[in-house]
């Protein structure tokens, strides 16, 4: 919309920057180009499955960030962004006490997939191969998960602090209203990033803030982030890095080879 793309001329000068400082091999730029984009495509694929199976956005929130844990380690070569969405989100509800029933989670991961191809959705057979196949990625896909992550699954997310932060930033309710609002909508636009394993909470939603004040033309205090704990150069990290996702093309979910062992 409107407001994202006035942010695109950041988006710019940071490509910019870190094109000077890219590899010298055009090929290397393009792959770490193509996994980036599938991450997105894993997010964007956790978020729409959430709304299908009405879920609170704390726990697509939650499973974005497992998601992002997991392929910091793991390649995204070796294990399918679109198996792993699913495996983040059911378990997520889990964590979150929002759990959702095998089949339903299966069958909002078979419409996208049929969406995606073009076809007319259809509800999966609950005893057809092709659910046996799905039930069998998500439950390894949930598995290798908790191996990974360690059983460590509680997250802090930026969204709890945004109705503190307008409400102590701004001098009417309607204001702070509106700040929080556009605030919220960069916070999810930034799980697509890895800024959320980067980066605390606290600073995420200062640099959300920081952008939605802009949007909306808003003055706010001179050096306002250090109130709540902030460093002026990790906001403008987190910043670059949701700014760039809106010069990206749309992600595009590509079918990966594993690189030689």
């Known amino acids: 919309d409107g407001a994202r793309h006035s942010l695109v001329t950041v988006a710019e000068r940071t490509r910019a920057n870190m094109s000077a400082a890219a590899p010298s091999s055009a090929s290397a730029a393009d792959e770490a180009d193509l996994i980036a984009g599938q991450k997105v495509v894993g997010c964007e694929m956790i978020q729409q499955m959430g709304i299908l199976l009405r879920l609170p956005q704390v726990v697509l929130a939650s499973a974005q960030v497992m998601f992002h844990r997991f392929y910091a380690r793991r390649s995204v070569k070796k294990f399918d962004v679109r198996h792993f969405a699913m495996g983040a989100l059911f378990l997520a509800a889990k964590v979150e006490e929002q759990p959702r029933k095998t089949r339903d989670v299966v069958n909002v991961a078979n419409h996208l997939e049929q969406r995606r191809a073009g076809q007319a959705p259809q509800p999966v057979d609950i005893f057809s191969q092709r659910y046996a196949t799905y039930k069998d990625r998500l439950v390894k896909a949930e598995r290798e998960l908790l191996k990974e992550l360690g059983f460590i699954l509680y997250t802090e997310h930026p969204h709890k602090f945004i109705l503190n932060y307008a409400k102590l930033l701004t001098v009417d309710e309607g204001t702070s209203k509106r700040l929080a609002q556009h605030a919220w909508n960069f916070i999810n636009d930034s799980q697509r990033t890895d800024a959320c394993i980067k980066h605390a909470p606290e600073v995420i939603c200062c640099a959300a803030i920081f952008m939605s004040?802009?949007?909306?033309?808003?003055?706010l205090p001179?050096?306002?982030?250090?109130?709540?704990?902030?460093?002026?150069?990790?906001?403008?990290?987190?910043?670059?890095?949701?700014?760039?996702?809106?010069?990206?093309?749309?992600?595009?979910?590509v079918r990966l080879q594993p690189d030689p062992e």
């Open 213 to 219: 004040a802009r949007v909306l033309q808003l003055k």
């Open 222 to 253: 001179s050096g306002w982030w250090e109130l709540f704990d902030a460093q002026k150069d990790e906001m403008d990290a987190v910043v670059a890095q949701i700014s760039a996702l809106y010069s990206r093309p749309p992600a595009r979910y």
